[in-house]
């Protein structure tokens, strides 16, 4: 009898289609995904229809990017974070940031070797790590303060680790690792000879004095990190799916092989527009962060409404917030509820957690603050009705 492959057997539906299609039917206030409800930048969207009208880029593109935007990604790192960045071999255009880091696993990895996880982690990286065959090691962030254990990442590493997935800012918990923390990383991945696939997609959502520092800049670090982001969180695009790993040509060469067979070349008139999104000015990226502490703010002020105990993030545009003193159920039981009963749609964490450390975001919930304001309004009116 046919049937599908053993490797994806075990996937299941993601949270995230549970919960949007919850949502929906409830007609609740969707803080689920990270999925702006308002558009990006006219001056970007222009750029898009400037470049699909040219008449010169609506056919492939060059599998490994344009060269309008490998070079921007190359002058972006070298303008934020004063690393020397070579376009043409150290650069590679993807699919959004998910086909990069499968891309990273797939030219990176071979079967057998240990994947480090830090958890909770972004849903794809686990089955990039299985379909190649590889085995993750997971290493938690302890809530509230979100912090790894020392001991914990050391006892991680052994002569079988080939990469670690870093994710700063942290999708879920908003946190931003500090120096102290990266150095650790980077000490331990030097010394076990460990490559970091770093995923940097919220680099420019940093909020208060919190720091982005990207491990490549660290000594002895750019020749074993590939950095993966992509335009869609910076510039409210995540429907382009575009994004780039950069890096020592080295690593490079190896992402650009799996790349090739994944999808082999990415939307071209986007691409154009893309490199212009990377050299607005100054303006723009101060701009954008003002916007998104506001919302901050309003949804921190929503969920305290409510009963619940948020950790102020110090960055991306998600809330970790405990709801114990409000509900007595597990984070999925949670979810159900707010959205069916209070109209309001959130993520249970410990989807993104290992069985073994899964109890640990167990009075967790995420929510995402890229909506509009009158939104984020509406969710505090609809909070305070929680536990009533």
């Known amino acids: 009898m046919a049937k599908r492959a053993d490797r994806v057997a075990g996937f299941g539906t993601t949270i995230f289609t549970e919960i949007n299609q919850l949502a929906q039917q409830h007609n609740a206030l969707n803080l689920g995904q990270g999925k702006p409800d308002f558009d990006g930048p006219a001056e970007i969207i222009n750029a898009a229809v400037q470049a699909l009208q040219t008449g010169a880029l609506n056919q492939y593109a060059p599998g490994p990017g344009s060269t309008s935007l490998r070079q921007a990604v190359a002058d972006h790192a070298r303008r934020f974070y004063h690393m020397e ?15 990069a880091i499968f891309s990273c696993v797939l030219g990176l990895v071979d079967r057998g070797d240990e994947v480090i996880v830090i958890e909770p982690y972004f849903d794809s990286y686990v089955p990039n790590i299985t379909m190649a065959g590889a085995k993750p090691v997971f290493v938690p962030l302890h809530p509230p303060t979100w912090t790894f254990d020392p001991e914990e990442l050391r006892r991680a590493f052994n002569k079988r680790t080939r990469a670690l997935i870093l994710n700063t800012p942290h999708n879920p918990s908003g946190r931003v690792l500090t120096r102290n923390e990266l150095t650790l990383i980077a000490e331990l991945c030097q010394e076990h000879d460990v490559t970091v696939i770093s995923d940097e997609v919220y680099e420019h959502l940093i909020f208060d004095s919190a720091c982005h520092i990207p491990i490549a800049t660290l000594p002895g670090m750019f020749e074993r990190t590939v950095t993966v982001s992509s335009l869609g969180k910076t510039f409210s695009v995540t ?4 994004g780039w790993v950069y890096g020592a040509p080295e690593l490079v060469r190896g992402v650009a092989q799996a790349h090739q067979f994944v999808t082999f070349a990415v939307n071209h008139p986007a691409q154009q527009a893309a490199a212009f999104a990377l050299s607005m000015p100054e303006s723009y990226f101060v701009d954008f962060k ?4 506001r919302k901050r703010d309003l949804l921190m002020s929503a969920l305290r409404q409510g009963g619940l105990s948020p950790t102020l993030p110090e960055g991306t545009y998600f809330i970790m917030a405990d709801f114990s003193s409000v509900f007595d159920g597990d984070d999925i039981e949670f979810a159900r509820h707010l959205t069916s009963e209070v109209g309001v749609a959130c993520i249970p964490p410990t989807f993104f957690y290992s069985h073994d450390h899964a109890h640990m975001a167990s009075t967790q919930a995420r929510f995402a ?3 509009s304001d009158e939104m984020l309004r509406e969710v505090g009116e609809r909070m305070a009705h929680l536990g009533r």
């Open 290 to 293: 003002k916007m998104y502490t």
């Open 369 to 371: 603050f890229c909506k």
């Open 85 to 99: 960045v070579d376009p043409t071999e150290g650069v590679v255009v993807t699919a959004g940031a998910t086909e």
């Open 239 to 242: 429907g382009w799916k575009i």
